[in-house]
Structures are given as structure tokens and as C-alpha cells.
């Protein structure tokens, strides 16, 4: 059944998840901040709105994914926000990363209308979001949650409830925690046994036959080994995660020292200028230090 | 065909190594620094030799496992030590994980007597080892692989050839490097969400539907959810396979900052009193911090 | 001459800074957000205002002295909040160490109606407070520095205009991360050489003879080695120091490996309820590791 | 009254600490593994020993100071060594920075030939060697010590005694962990307030009128602001004494987390191409990834 459906934000992510729901019919009015990304989704029927209010007008849901926190406040908040015609009974499906405390801010002004709001912060990268098989890590209340699930179901196929506001943001955070950390060390790994001479297809076939085996770095190793950065996730992108964890860990009285270091590492990748090159760019800071390459 | 083979190191991987080789139908000479640990040993027909140099009397093959670079040092150059009695045409397969230039060392020394040394690193843990189905590194020449092959696949399923002599070290420190990483970051992640309010199953969940999920991590979540840190591997041979990685790291010219905050961690989990635990005890540490438990 | 002045925040530094300035004869209304901390003020002749507003009322200059940016924000934005009252040609001198960012934003707003604002983060402790001989880091308009000067100059010794709106802030989030992290390694290095069997009277010997010789150290050195962590600057203040360069570090591009190790040792000792305790316990959470004492 | 002394080791140190004693009256016999250094000593009525063995031949007293543990196992042990000619009563003064372990165990080599080692290693930098104003940090006998003031007092004027055989070296790697890091943080702070807008001369006088203010960072300062790294210590040389304090960290069982991270700096500057330049060229690695540039 055709729902009509706000989307906010047509980013790396938010182009193909808001195709996706207009190819299962919905009735979308979609707004992005910097014009001409609005195309493709023109041509699979979108109406074009002029500000996050005017696609927020007569939605039932609305879907947003953009950049950070100030980001979010504003779409929201500020002139021409979605505060100005959101109506009673409207979900807002928030898939930006960005603070838990922030989320819980606005999902307190959306109340205030009668609206809803879930943070549904996504993993899968590009391909996922393509294909309707990301994962939501979803905080809110459940009822809500449940609502939402028909919309949520064509963008993704795995949606895990995590609790109240700023949940599902916080277990992205810790995901992302994670798994920057783990492809940095593995950098650092393959590096260090690089320069002492080992091969890095061998180096690889160790790690595989060992419990070291992680997915993110079966996927990253053969672009590691090519020296192709193009972006799945871009470098800028993982290190504002990064930074957002801090935070929550500063916040919430949880020492972090591995992340601590781990982000130093993608900030200075950042600050040599590979933000918009994918995050296992991070290699090539090291590379360039140790004076080799992990390539095969 | 059975063949004559020294056995030197009765440890948590070494017991199980030595039975492995004596079901197999080889005959071997048995031997540890502290005694009381050959009664397994010698219910499987092994001799108990009262020295390293007595072990190698008549062994083909030498196999050794010993806790760190002066242990190594010390089976070989000693009072008592193999080259009193190495022959020529004898194989060393030495499965410490040591200073890859203290390895380099042995192999020239037991070259002049006509032996042949392989560094053969482990991985897989007790379980492996119990099994046969080891992974080790090697380094060393080609052609002394290929003879130790018959002994080597008794104790394991696969044997990675990593070049020349300290090769097989440099990687199996590469791969420690990583894994020990992965474990204390995602005990990081765990720690973060845990305190914010997500149930560590939930977050498991997450885990594991992303690309974030590793073979270690699925390994040790259930004992870390159970608080059981019985030791596969224990904390302190983890903190040591650290430290040889980080000054592997200084002398290559390799910086590696996330290493040394991992190495950290751990040295203050040791410094605990849990260097006798499982290696994921790195876990309570953050967890006496944070004030949370990551526990189902 | 007298000039009617407010003051608001009347904690560890805030109490002292407000008893200069009415022993210097200007009428002060003043405001802490708790209760009970204004005798001192009121037997000097001060008037305690109900509100930030109130205390903004009649003063040609405020001062404000509070706990970090969401207090600041408050005090200026919020119901009862300066905004309220502010008069054109007003000054406002913040003395809070808070976000150079906030801090930009509250310059902003109050420009609105007229009244002109300088960051002016202190260093000094509470006894530089007392004697009126705190150093002053000064962001905003040089002649509303000049004008704020004789004011300025009741309560320190030192002014140091740093340029324009936040760049006081910029400075001394600088400072500290220079002063906390040269506590933090003053105390690695006495616990290595204690527990190695140096004295530490012998090694203070040696800092003070060598160029490592520093003022923060000297000071701190005494208390550490009777174990007296009376605070003269709260850990859990220096740790909120150390997030907010850390944030700024971030938001400037700039990579700050050393200070992020250094912020998570503070997390760690904050993390033990050593947050009220002077900032120098950090020593403590070491000691306590290592165990041993750097104890004369 | 002149006394027959052996001098190993003429490089950045040694040849003005050698010089010194030249022109106090001793009759030395000087060596150094690398030849051409030795023309001022032998203007100065030196001899020129041609093996370490050589220098020690007619030696009360042997002073040596050389790059590193390897360099000084050498010069003991190895053919030509001193160990060959070394008679009984003999002191050996060695003021290289090496292992406290290799030290002591040098301690215990010489001891078999009746002869005493101290170890005494040296703060000052080249300027305090050629006044002849040197601190030396001092392990061994003190009886030993006390004979070897005269010498001692020739080179430096102030001699500390640490206590048994290898606290000098503690206690000068706990020196050089405190001093170095904080050179490295005194960058982080003065790059983050440079990229603000603040100058780096305004820093300069905050922290001169701040408790932060240091000896070594006000002599480094001003080279800094001219981008002048003429080594008076070189980069590479406070790296390894970095990792040796890293290492007796671990020795010992003390974490050292900003040390930690303060050495992969340096590591990182050193794999720049910076390791002869001055320590204090590590601004550099942080200024070029933060695109500023601490001058005046």
C-alpha cells in the first residue's frame, strides 16, 4: 500500500535507500541541502520539495540520513524545519549518525508535536543500502518501532531493537568503534610484517585460516592489496564516528584508550587530505611511514 | 615410520603437541624445566630426558616450545643445552613465540654444528593443539620445510610457509598484533554500549550481522557474557607476544600506535593480578572502570 | 571608583575573584545556582541576586565564572537568563573554560543587544584566585579589553590578549594540555624509577638539575610524596579541560595522539572516584598498578 | 695528580667529556669504533688505543660512553674487548643509555676480573659536556662511587647516586620519558593554538606566566619558532631511550601509556627522515599534518 513519505538527505546512503521506497510505490518527497542530486529520484516518480518542512508536509513517515548532529538540529529546528508542518502521529525515522544526546533532544521536540521518533543508525555501506539489506540498530520506543517496520523492511533486512532514544546510536557507535579498530590494526599488522618480508598474500592466508578472520577485512584486504581507496565508506565519515564515540565514552565514564589512539591514526589520515578516500585508506599512513606497501 | 624425535617444552600447547607425535608411533625423548609434567608422556612410551642435550642425543627432529627468547637462549647454548649433542642433518623445529633476531641467532648457531633450525610459530590455541590441527608459521630454508612436513602434520593442519629464517615469527607477531587488538576493542565497544543502556546480547546481535564479525570475537563473547576467563591463551603469553611485536615494530621503523595503547591495557590487566586468565580478562579491567558488567 | 558589577558562579575560583572585587569597593550583585555559597559575599556587602537576570540588572560588567559550556549557555539563554536583561554597552567576561565554539556563539547573542563579550579563561589555581594574581587569556574586541581592564585587573596579575572571539579559550585549552600531560608522565616516570628502587627524593633531585625541571611539578611533587591530593584543581575539571582540547583538536584538523593517551588515564583515575580529589591523583591510578608507592 | 685513563666512545658526548679530561692532566688512551674523531684528542697529548682492549691496557679508570646495549656488550665482550686486559681495581665509568639489564649484567662480567663498574648515565647535553657541567645519574658501589668522584667531578658538577648496579639508568630513562614527552605535548598544545589564531609568542608568554613553564621547553622554544633542528640530541637517540624506558616498563610491571604514545610520535618523526635532526623537530610531523607551521 502507498504511504506518502518524507525523505531528507540523498547522500552516498540516502540516494539508494529512498529509491528503494519509491520503486515499492511509495509517494516520496524528497529534499537534499546541495541541489541536483535529485534525479533519479525525479525519474522514479519523487516530488522534489523546497525545504525539510515542505517534505515533511504531508508524510506519514519520514525517513532522514544526513551528515552530523548540527545537521540534523537544523533540519529539524531551524527555518523551514520539518517542526513547521509536522503533524500528530508522524514517525521520523533518523538513520544519521550522530549523538545520542542530540537524538534524544530532537526526539523530545517531535513529541512535543505528536510525532515519533526513531534513531535507526544503518551499517552495510553503499552496497547494502543498494540492495535493501543494511542493518538498522534501532532505539525508541518499541511500538513506534513496530509501526514503522514496513517502511523500515524495504531499505533493510535486519532490525535489531536496542532499547530507548539514542540506543540504536549508541550500538553503532561501539559497531564502529569496533570495526575501525580492527582495519586499522590490521594495517598495522600487515605493515609490520610487510617490512620484515613477508608476503602480504601470505600474511592473508594466515589471518584467514586463524581466528583473526573478520569480514570487514576479507573486504578490505583485496583494495588494500590494490591500493584502491575509492570510497564504500569514506575516511572523513568513520573518523566523525570515531569522534562521536569518544564522546559518548567521555560522557558516559567509559575509558576508551585503543579507540583514543585508533582515531588519532584516522585523523591524521584525514589530515594528509584522504578523508574522501575510503577509510582503509588509513593504510597508506603507515605505509608512507614505514616506506613500504602492503600490495601484492 | 616412527623416527627418533626430541621433544623439549611440556606446556599448555607443548603436552598436547609431544602426545600427538607419540600416538602417531614416533619415538620420542621428553623434556621440561620443571618436572611433574611427563607422566602423560610417559604413559604414551616416551622417554623423560633429563636435559635438552640428552633429548637431542638421537633425535632427527627436535621439536621445542618454551616461554620466551631467554628460554630458547638457554635449551640451546646452556650447560645441558642441544648443541652439546646436536648432530649434523638434524632438524630444529622451534614453535616459541620469540624475538624473530633471537631466532635468527639459533639458526646460525645451530647451523655450524650442520643442523637446520625452522621457526614455526603456533596459532589455534589448546584446543588446536589437542586436536593436531595447529596452524604454524615458518620460516626457514624451503628445502628444511619440506623435509619436517611428516612431523609437521602430525601436530597440524596447515603450515604456512613465510620465507626466510624469523619469518614465520614476524608473522605470527603480526597476527597476534591484530587479534589481541580485535578482542580489546571490541571488549571497548561492548563496555560503551553496556553502560549506555544496550543488552551485550542485543549488541552481539549487531556484531554479527555486520561485517565487524571475526572468528575471535564470536570465540570469546560467550565466556566473556559468562565472566569465564579460564586460560585458552592467558593474558600475560598474550601481554609478552605484544611487547615482541612493539620492538619488532621500533626495530623495523614501523609505528605502531594502536598496538602500543592495546599493549597497555593488557600490561594494566596483568598488572592486576590476571595475567593467569584467559586474554579476554582484558574485559574486566574496563569493566571495574566503567562500573558495568558485559554480562547476559 | 565604584561600578555596579554581577557575578555569577561562585565556586572554587569564582568566591575568591568575587571577594577581590568587593573589597575593591564595587557593588556586586552576585548569583550561584546553588544556594548557600554567598555569606562570604553578602558580609562584604554584595547582593544576591535571584536569577542570572537579576544579577545582570544594573551591571556595567559582568563576570562569570561556571562549570562548563551547557552552564554558560544556560546561564545566558535560558529563563531568568542575562538575555533578559542585558543592557547595551554591557561587558561580559567569562572566565569559564568551556568550547571556543559555545564561547563564539554566546559572543554572538549578546552582540544582539548591544553588550560585548571576552572569553577570559584563567590559570592560577585557587591561590592565584585569593591573591588576585590569576593569569588571564583573553578572546574578543582589543577595546573592550581595554575597557574591561581595570576590572580585569582586581582580580590578576597577568592579561594576555590572545586575539579575537574563543582564541583565550584556544589558548588555555593549550595550556592544559601541555600542564596535565606534564603531571601525567612526571608521575610514569617516578613510578618506573620507585619501582626499580630509585628514591624519589633522589629522582626529584635529578628533574630539578636537568632541564625537565617545570613549575607544575615542583609544586605538585611535594604532595604527591605524602600522598595529599587536597584539590586545588579537581581532576575531573582537568579531565573536562582535556575533552574540550581534545574536541578542539578535532574540530581544527590538528592530530593530538599524546594528549588523547593522557585524557584517558585522567578518565581512568575520574573512572575510580578520584574526580574531586586534585588532579595530580592521577599518580595514584598508576601506583596502584604498578604496585608501588612514590612515597617519601 | 694525572692518572692513566682509558676513553671509549668520541662522538657528540664523548669527544668534549674526553677533552676535558685531556686538559685536567690525565694521560688518556682514547678509542672509537669509527676512526677520523680522534685529532682533537691527540693535539690535546691523547694516545690513540686501536682496540677498546688496547685503551684498557694501562687504565685506572675506563670511561665509556657509547650509542647502545649492543655497542657496549661489544666493547666488553667481544675480541678486543676490554675484558683482555682489564686488571683488578679498575673502575669502569660507562655513561652510555642502555638496558639496566645488559648494564648489570656487564657489572657482573667485570667483577669477575676484580674490577668495578658504574653505571653513570649523563643529563646536560653537548653544551653541559664541554663546560664540563654534566649531571650524572649513578648506580654501582658506593665506595666505588666515591673513588671515582675526582674523575667524575672533571666531567660534571652534580653526581647522583641512585643506589645498586643499574638505577642510574632507571632513573635517566624515567628522566628522558618525562622530558621528552613533554617536548612532544609543549608541540601539540602550540600547534592546536597556532591553528586557532593564537600566536605562537602570545602561547609563549601564557605558558612563561603559567606553572607549565619548563627548562627544556623554554631553551627549545625559540628554535622551534625559527624552525632551527641542529641536533644538540639527536631525534633517533631519544627514541631508543624511549623504547629502553618502554621496555623497563614492561621489565617491570608498569604501565606507561602516555609514554606510549609520546614514542610512536617520535617513531613516526624518525621514519620521516628526522632521526639526526634535533628531538624537538617532532613539531614538524605534527605541523605538516596539521597544515601550520609554529613560527614567528
Known amino acids: 500500500m502507498s504511504e506518502p513519505l518524507g525523505f531528507i538527505g540523498l547522500g552516498i546512503m540516502g540516494q539508494p535507500m529512498a529509491l528503494n521506497l519509491a520503486k515499492a510505490g511509495h509517494k516520496l518527497a524528497v529534499y537534499n541541502r546541495t541541489p541536483g542530486k535529485t534525479a533519479a529520484l525525479e525519474a522514479a516518480g519523487a516530488r522534489v520539495a523546497d525545504s525539510p518542512a515542505d517534505a515533511a508536509r504531508d508524510a506519514n513517515v519520514i525517513i532522514m540520513i544526513v551528515s552530523d548532529s548540527a545537521a540534523v538540529e537544523s533540519v529539524v529546528t531551524s527555518k523551514g524545519g520539518i517542526l513547521e ?45 543498494e540492495k535493501g539489506e ?48 580492527m582495519v586499522e590494526v590490521f594495517c598495522e599488522g600487515f605493515v609490520l610484517a610487510t617490512k620484515a618480508g613477508v608476503k602480504p598474500e601470505t600474511m592473508l592466508e594466515i589471518i584467514q585460516a586463524s581466528m583473526a578472520r573478520a569480514g570487514i577485512t576479507d573486504f578490505k584486504a583485496p583494495f588494500i592489496f590494490k591500493g584502491d581507496f ?8 568513520m ?9 559518548a565514552g567521555y560522557a558516559q565514564g567509559v575509558p576508551m584508550p585503543v579507540l583514543a589512539a585508533a582515531k588519532e591514526v584516522y585523523m591524521a589520515a584525514k589530515a594528509q587530505g584522504k578523508g574522501d578516500q575510503d577509510y582503509a585508506a588509513v593504510v597508506t599512513f603507515l605505509e608512507e611511514l614505514a616506506g613500504v606497501k602492503v600490495r601484492t
Not at 88 to 115: L, N, Q, W, Y
Open 85 to 129: 508542518t509536522l503533524r500528530s502521529g508522524t514517525i521520523i525515522i533518523d538513520s544519521s549518525t550522530i549523538s545520542p544526546t542530540v537524538s534524544r533532544k530532537m526526539a523530545c521536540m517531535v513529541a512535543g508535536k505528536g510525532a515519533s521518533w526513531l534513531d535507526a543508525a544503518v551499517t552495510g555501506s553503499k552496497h547494502g543500502a
Open 134 to 181: 543494511l542493518t538498522f540498530m534501532i532505539g525508541g520506543d518499541r511500538e513506534t518501532f513496530d509501526r514503522a517496520m514496513p517502511i523500515l523492511k524495504i531499505m533493510g533486512k535486519k532490525h535489531i531493537y536496542c532499547g530507548s532514544h539514542g540506543l540504536g546510536l549508541s550500538a553503532k557507535l561501539a559497531q564502529n568503534t569496533i570495526q575501525a579498530t
Open 230 to 237: 575509492t570510497p564504500y565508506f569514506p575516511l572523513k565519515l
Open 239 to 247: 573518523h566523525k564516528d570515531l569522534e562521536l564515540a569518544a564522546e
